[in-house]
């Protein structure tokens, strides 16, 4: 195929001399450094248009000091829920004319965390995080603007996008409240980490709530990992018939798939000798037969949110709710059976 | 808590005033410009080891103009494929010392694409690209090292890195053959276009290798999409019983969803009453039960293939091949029935 392979940069020079101005008034009018007349602004607009030039992040930075680069750092990127963050914030960066540098974390020690500051202190302007948990960052180090995503500890200091972990689980148990079940199990969760104490919370509540006495022995404590759904399933499942729970809340995407796989380890379906219900959607969730009823959350939301936020800081200005909660989102499916 | 807030950056002259050597010598260690003397040089390199001195992107490019900053363009980050990609490239870079940048391409049009090229043309000395399918992407403008990863079309004029599509089916086909199957269908697969095209050929190859004669009516063609896989394993189980088949190949993820669906709509499911088997592996093929075999690609080591193929061409260096084809690993689990 003939195609033209190359065709060079429009540069700043092109811009100049197409508006007959100097190259530095170019420069004032793109990065809107001080005032020049409507009228010559109006030239290089238009000489900008027509030619199609587009400003790159090196020469704007060395020009205006700004980068107009952010770094978003993630444990990694293999997990769906951090691909979606990672879409929305980046989208919203895009939009607003940012660019995003990445970086994993997962395996980082103290002494990557400071080496990742070093390097790119002087590139990005801002940073968004999606803290590991445990969470091992000295975000204190990094003197510009931060966001965090997703917290699992309380983090007052900072500016972050949270969700509603106890609105979830309560959404949850009161599902199948509402559909008649009163031996409601919780698989997973501990009562001393934030986020998951707020899920524990949640579930609690939503007994209160609709008068259902706590059952201690219907409560499976543990991680948010698959193992714990799988075990903490069986162990209910062999309780004696007059204790065996008739639902089950799960407080994750892990511990629902250990719960599922425990029930198919038996013969059984969630839905049908057993209802289920999850904190979080997955493709299992999703496309299992019956499906499963879960906890939404708005992924690519919190993203674009926490870079909304994130370029408020850069541009000066301090929203007035360090915090920002977001509402969970029940999808009701198949896995709750009405009594 | 107290601690220390706020830790200045060790800057490039305290590390010459340690050194006792000017700054222009320090810039001349670090980024190997030309020679100073070993004694000179050594006492640099203590200097920054003491006290933890990590040049910073900015400055790095300042001096050696370049940049140690790379581009990789996805068509977006909640597909798992291009999360495996993007970790698998970025864990090479970082240890090749190398930023990565980032940009999602799922909505570009030929316009997105220019802005996309003089944006980071000066920023990124080289670019990672998983094209979308369709490809719109015109290489040919990028005036730097490209590596394509995951190719649907020929790209002769390209690096590539890809997957062995044919050795795929031929290998979840010979194991439906290997475990005594003869009516074995294909579901999904375009024979048009080049990685679709592959894994038809694979299924054919396999059954030509074992003497079975092809069956058209066991051929349901269409795009990699959830909704030919429903639709073309409905219309096999709809098949007079002589006809019908045994076992099933499924061409891709989605694909293989929508033929697990329609047998869950039947109350069936992959192993018992049909043999299954799909190229790619995903969350619902792990954990159903039966769980699914399927063709794992090696997807976290085509991102760092695909990183190093391209620092080696940042570096000057051209590999001889062209084209990197990664094998396609067969994980064998319990959706294929022995018959």
Not at 162 to 167: R, S, T
Not at 170 to 187: D, M, P, S, W, Y
Not at 316 to 337: A, N, T, Y
């Amino acid at each position: 195929m003939e195609r033209e392979k190359i065709r060079k940069d429009i540069t700043i020079k092109d811009v100049a001399k197409r508006a007959g101005v100097a190259i530095s008034t170019v420069s004032r009018v793109l990065n809107g450094l001080d005032k020049v007349s409507p009228r010559t602004e109006k030239k290089v607009r238009e000489a900008v248009e027509e030619l199609g030039y587009v400003q790159n992040v090196l020469a704007v930075s060395m020009v205006t000091g700004q980068t107009k680069t952010v770094l978003m750092a993630v444990p990694d990127f293999t997990n769906d829920f951090n691909g979606s963050v990672i879409q929305g914030a980046e989208e919203y960066l895009k939009e607003q004319g940012y660019t995003m540098l990445i970086c994993s974390t997962k395996d980082f020690g103290e002494e990557d965390f400071e080496n990742l500051y070093r390097r790119f202190s002087k590139l990005a302007e801002g940073i968004l995080v999606v803290p590991a948990n445990p969470d091992r960052m000295d975000y204190g180090r990094w003197e510009k603007p931060l966001v965090l995503v997703d917290v699992y500890r309380p983090q007052e200091d900072y500016y972050t996008i949270e969700i509603d972990n106890a609105g979830g689980t309560f959404l949850l148990t009161e599902e199948l409240i509402k559909n008649g079940h009163r031996k409601i199990a919780l698989v997973g969760g501990l009562p001393d980490e934030t986020a998951s104490g707020q899920r524990v919370a949640g579930y609690l509540e939503a007994l209160k709530a609709y008068g259902i006495p706590v059952d201690k022995r219907l409560m499976v404590p543990g991680v948010h990992f698959e193992d714990t759904g799988s075990r903490g399933m069986e162990r209910l499942l062999d309780l004696p018939e007059e204790i065996r729970p008739t639902g089950v809340v799960a407080v994750n995407n892990l511990t629902c798939i250990g719960c599922m796989k425990a029930l198919a380890g038996r013969g059984m379906r969630a839905g049908r000798e057993i209802s289920l219900a999850a904190f979080d959607d997955h493709l299992l969730a999703r496309y299992s037969v019956p499906a499963v009823t879960v906890i939404e959350r708005p992924t690519i939301e919190m993203g674009r949110e926490g870079a909304r936020v994130l370029l408020e800081l850069l541009r000066g200005r301090r929203p007035e709710q360090k915090r920002l909660i977001m509402e969970s989102r029940l999808l009701k499916r198949d896995s709750v059976k009405r009594l």
